[in-house]
């Protein structure tokens, strides 16, 4: 009787091919060999980290072994026997593949002891490790969305409480404090508004104040001739709807505008007290065309008066009036504002960056157009000279402007450039230069960092680490916080360099050593340093990674940027701030319409929920679907029908 219910079982089990099978557990098996390998070859250094994340270092580890094998072709024949094909194994990597392997040797009708004493993490336990780490940075989960909302602050949220309240009330559950801008008398009306809007609204609200870091900038440029322009408003058929209003003040003793103003001229003060309400101001302007001034109203402390047509005005400009006794009475205009001036740059143009804020000028050329000496600009950190070599890219304005090194000396670096828009684009003073291909050695924190860390300490939930690149800096901050007695305090590691993102792991597992980090993918600095074509493969990777590691991310830069400075965002922003349902944060920049602009991200959190978590779908009911079975005809007849 035995015998005949084996031979029946065996007749409906299906049939597999019992060499691919085989060959599946062989190619399996050395995966899973190498990721024993390495985690025991990491041991010593995961047994220093925070015993909430050793699990996770651990799970790291087995990812990064993982990965350094090709396993695409594997993949589908995994899937065709109705197994995982580890697409989705970064929660819980060991597990996931001791799975396959358990399934594949019964199938082959073989038996499999694992050969090691600790057991691998599961899924459960990877999405509850990501779940805990979470909660340490960011605080609890709003309860209609899993994913958190940062919000920079402006300079107006220190004496604004009505906007940092509404942003809370909105959704906003992290505040970004970029440490660069402002100061702490600032940064702590700020926080003391966000404490008081969280007593209001009933909701808790995470700090994170960002380090200004090693920034490389372009210095300061030669000023330009002051010169002021006006001009009228005007309609689609070029009449004047109203005139531009220019206020004329005494030079001695200049008093601002008491309204919004399109030029203000500074004049002798005699002369000025002459001036009479319907008097008429004549003078030619800098392009010596004809131009009046009509005189509408005088103040105790200066004139209105009001222009016709547009006027460009310099510094010595004549102005004349003719007072009611035929008098004409005269005056210069005085000392005016030097205007910012730029380099414009086209392909092939030379420019020359020296390790001095001494200032740029453009280039100079003699009276046949012919270059005399091509243009100038210094940089914030002249240490960058000993780490720069001839043949490397560097990009200017948030990579706007490109170029090669040519030279490097001393005193300055040959760069030519190699790309701009057409006709050029102009560079201006106090603009981001990216150096993607050079390995730079200056210090991680600056002497502004170290002088803001004691604030930071004392009154913010995380860090944020700019323009970190290495272990080394990541243990050199925790150091400092240990000093300050603030260990307590997350690290946030701000991906915005090449370096940082080819050093990820080893960057991971050093801030491992302290009870809470995370990730900041800083999306405008990594397009320019990796370039823009490979930011969605590296942000993927940097999702990928992180969830391995238990690491929360925080997606930033960017996101519903039109929405939030123009109160209308693009069809491509939606979607992209679709995709930070993939991260455990979305950061959005200030802007006039930021308020709007967090409501509108709370919503499409909201509703992505239920559709996306990580890189799984969640497969609620869909409307479409049950509109259609609802309709569809059940019988032969309801068809005929």
């Known amino acids: ?132 780490h979470t909660e340490a940075l960011l605080g609890s989960a709003p309860s209609n969305r899993q994913v958190r909302i940062m919000v920079t602050m402006p300079s107006d949220a220190a004496h604004d ?130 131009r009046r001034l009509r005189v509408v109203d005088v103040t105790g402390t200066g004139c209105w008066a009001e222009c016709r047509r547009t006027a460009y005005v310099t510094m010595g400009t004549t102005l004349r009036a003719r007072g009611r006794d035929k008098t004409l009475r005269k005056s210069v205009v005085g000392n005016l504002s030097p205007q910012e001036q730029s380099i414009t740059l086209c392909p092939d143009d030379t420019l020359i960056l020296t390790p001095n804020t001494v200032p740029g000028r453009p280039p100079v050329h003699d009276s046949q157009g012919v270059l005399l000496t091509p243009a100038r600009i210094g940089c914030t950190l002249p240490s960058i000279f000993a780490d720069v070599r001839p043949g490397e890219r560097i990009w200017l304005d948030d990579g706007k402007i490109g170029g090669l090194i040519s030279t490097v000396e001393a005193e300055e670096i040959q760069i030519k450039i190699t790309h701009t828009r057409a006709g050029g684009d102009k560079l201006r003073a106090d603009k981001g230069i990216n150096l993607p291909d050079s390995t730079l050695r200056a210090p991680s924190l600056t002497a502004k960092d170290l002088a803001d860390l004691p604030f930071i300490a004392a009154n913010a939930d995380m860090v944020g680490f700019s323009f970190v690149r290495t272990a080394d800096d990541v243990e050199g901050l925790e150091e400092r916080l240990a000093a300050l007695g603030a260990s307590r305090l997350g690290i946030v590691l701000k991906i915005e360099t090449r370096q940082a993102f080819e050093n990820l792991p080893s960057l991971l597992l050093a801030s491992m050593k302290s ?90 959190l909201h509703r992505m929920a239920g559709h996306q978590s990580k890189k799984s779908p969640m497969l609620r009911p ?10 569809f005809p059940r019988t032969q007849s309801e068809v005929q029908q």
Not at 18 to 36: G, P, Q, Y
Not at 189 to 204: D, F, P, T
Request: proline content about 5%; some cysteine; aromatic content about 4%.
């Open 1 to 132: 009787m035995v015998n005949i219910l084996e031979k029946q079982q065996a007749a409906a089990s299906p049939h597999w091919d019992s060499d691919e099978l085989h060959e599946l557990i062989r190619e399996l098996l050395v995966v899973h060999a190498a990721m024993l390998d390495l985690e025991e070859r990491g041991r010593v250094y995961v047994e220093q980290l925070h015993p909430s994340y050793m699990n996770s270092a651990r799970n790291l580890l087995h990812y990064l072994a993982l990965r350094q094998h090709d396993i695409r072709a594997l993949q589908p024949r995994l899937a065709a026997l109705g197994l995982s094909s580890l697409g989705r194994a970064e929660a819980s990597v060991l597990g996931s593949v001791e799975a396959v392997l358990n399934g594949l040797h019964g199938m082959a009708n073989r038996t499999w002891t694992r050969t090691r004493s600790l057991a691998p993490i599961t899924f459960d336990d990877g999405s509850a490790l990501l779940e805990k």
């Open 622 to 631: 869909l409307e479409l679907a049950r509109g259609f079975t609802e309709n």
């Open 161 to 290: 409480y009505a906007l940092v309240h509404e942003l809370v009330e909105s959704g906003m559950n992290c505040m970004r404090i970029n440490c660069a801008h402002d100061d702490a008398a600032v940064w702590e009306r700020m926080i003391q508004n966000l404490r008081q809007a969280e007593a209001s609204v009933g909701r808790k609200c995470r700090v994170l104040m960002d380090l200004a870091g090693p920034k490389l900038r372009t210095g300061p440029i030669e000023p330009g001739i002051g010169v002021i322009k006006w001009r009228p408003q005007r309609d689609q058929f070029g009449r004047v709807l109203v005139p531009a209003r220019v206020w004329l003040t005494c030079e001695d003793r200049p008093v601002p505008p008491p309204a919004p103003a399109d030029a203000c001229l500074p004049v002798c003060g005699d002369w000025l007290t002459s001036l009479e309400s319907g008097q008429q101001i004549h003078f030619r302007d800098s392009r010596k065309a004809r």
């Open 515 to 604: 009870p809470g980090d995370g990730v900041m993918i800083a999306r405008g600095d990594l397009a320019v340093e990796c370039g823009y074509e490979r930011l969605a493969e590296v942000q993927e990777q940097i999702l990928w990674v992180c969830e391995a590691a238990h690491v929360p991310v925080i997606w930033a830069t960017q996101v519903l940027e039109n929405l939030a400075k123009r109160g209308l965002p693009s069809r491509a922003e939606i979607t992209d701030a679709s995709l930070g349902q993939r991260a455990e944060c979305v950061m959005l920049n200030k802007g006039p319409h930021i308020i709007a602009a967090v409501r509108v991200l709370d919503d499409i």
